[in-house]
């Protein structure tokens, strides 16, 4: 039975599945567009925009709870804080999006998705594999 379980653990430990959803959305800040599973997208979105909601009203209180919470990477806090922040100060929520890719990943064929903000800059056309 699965009561009141509300997450996915993704078969690793807790903090496998921490140290994970650090990378990934350091990634994603510092990209704004990654390649990854459908499964891991979905996961980490709240967390991701936890973060960019957190980073709405620069203060040094919510500065240095994204810095602990993204493990002191201090370029994505300072990206998150200095151009995401500012960039989705008028919008209510929904910062990120997930669009599912019609090729699966060749070694398993997990079902993959672009996991991207959504008002992301034009001058960043990479898609960075975070498989």
């Given at each position: 039975m699965r009561h009141r379980v509300k997450t996915n653990n993704l078969s690793r430990t807790g903090s496998h599945r921490r140290a994970l959803a650090r990378n990934l959305v350091a990634a994603l800040i510092?990209?704004?567009?990654?390649?990854?599973?459908?499964?891991?997208?979905k996961v980490h979105r709240p967390f991701a925009e936890k973060l960019i909601t957190l980073a709405k009203e620069k203060n040094l209180h919510n500065y240095r709870r994204a810095l602990a919470i993204l493990g002191n990477n201090r370029e994505a806090t300072t990206k998150l804080f200095d151009v995401l922040g500012p960039r989705f100060k008028d919008r209510p929520g929904g910062y990120t999006r997930i669009l599912k890719l019609a090729k699966p990943r060749l070694g398993d064929?997990?079902?993959?998705?672009?996991?991207?903000?959504?008002?992301r800059s034009e001058a960043i056309e990479d898609v960075v594999d975070v498989d």
């Open positions: 510092e990209h704004e567009r990654i390649v990854t599973t459908l499964t891991k997208a064929k997990a079902p993959r998705a672009i996991f991207e903000l959504v008002e």
